[in-house]
């Protein structure tokens, strides 16, 4: 009679039960991570039953209507998160058409940024931070319904703010963030004019400073030769860093260390 001991009889049975979870687990598929990224909850059947405090987000349209953006609580959702809901006014200085969820896609929690941006199709465009990044949203030609929410690709670092719109005079968006790795530096994202796509994530370069983190953007500006400069505040002092690109549209140039109370404006 053979005796097997009790921890090789253990390192058996954990080896069948790897191998048998190895060869069962597979890479989700790219519309499930995205799902993923942008976590909804489906069971909240639509409610605007309390508004968030202070929420409330207003965006000037180009007709010089306003659409506006706030995040509700539903009572019926799973999860005690909010949504973001829209609604338009029907006319310059007119009243405000009915509220309307956006979608299922929840917001936080800890960091609960919303902004939105008309473009240069005259249609809005949204993004939300959930779970530590931001997913985004744009209506649709022709019925201005809702895409689906899909990440976007900039996650600001806890505590270093959100994401901070700019539209340049010939149409094109840019979207400012604190640096996902570091924090130590912005990224950017732009949706050039005319164009319907996002560009991708660029990093306008490290600090030259160690172990420091910077917050959103503080003032974005347009210079007369067309030329964009950024200022922006450390996200846990009061010192503020700036930034001015070489050439319109194209690189950036060295950090400077600007003043403890905001910057001056560029040359």
């Not at 942008?38 to 659409?67: E, I």
């Not at 999860?79 to 029907?90: D, G």
């Not at 140039?253 to 001056?264: F, N, R, T, Y």
Request: charged share 20%.
């Amino acid at each position: 009679m053979t005796r097997t001991s009790p921890l090789r009889t253990l390192l058996a049975v954990a080896a069948l039960l790897l191998g048998a979870l190895g060869g069962g687990l597979a890479a989700p598929s790219p519309a499930r991570a995205a799902a993923a990224a942008c976590p909804a909850d489906d069971r909240a059947q639509g409610l605007a039953s309390t508004p968030v405090p202070d929420s409330l987000v207003s965006v000037p349209r180009s007709d010089g209507r306003v659409a506006q953006f706030q995040q509700f609580y539903d009572t019926t959702a799973t999860a005690r998160l909010p949504f973001v809901w829209h609604r338009e006014q029907e006319a310059p200085g007119g009243r405000f058409g009915p509220w309307e969820r956006v979608s299922a896609a929840t917001v936080g929690p800890k960091s609960h940024y919303v902004t939105a941006v008309e473009n240069g199709d005259g249609r809005l465009e949204l993004l939300f931070s959930t779970y530590g990044a931001f997913c985004h949203s744009v209506q649709r030609p022709g019925d201005h319904t809702w895409t689906a929410p899909g990440p976007f690709g900039l996650a600001p670092m806890p505590y270093h703010g959100g994401v901070v719109l700019f539209t340049e005079r010939d149409g094109t968006i840019d979207a400012f963030a604190s640096a996902q790795s570091s924090g130590g530096s912005l990224e950017l994202r732009r949706r050039l004019s005319p164009g319907d796509a996002w560009g991708p994530v660029e990093s306008l370069g490290p600090l030259p400073e160690p172990n420091v983190g910077l917050s959103h953007p503080d003032r974005v500006t347009q210079l007369a030769d067309d030329r964009l400069t950024v200022s922006v505040r450390e996200w846990n002092r009061d010192r503020y860093w700036q930034i001015t690109q070489t050439s319109p549209g194209g690189p950036w140039g060295p950090w400077q260390l600007c003043a403890e109370s905001g910057c001056l404006s560029a040359v």
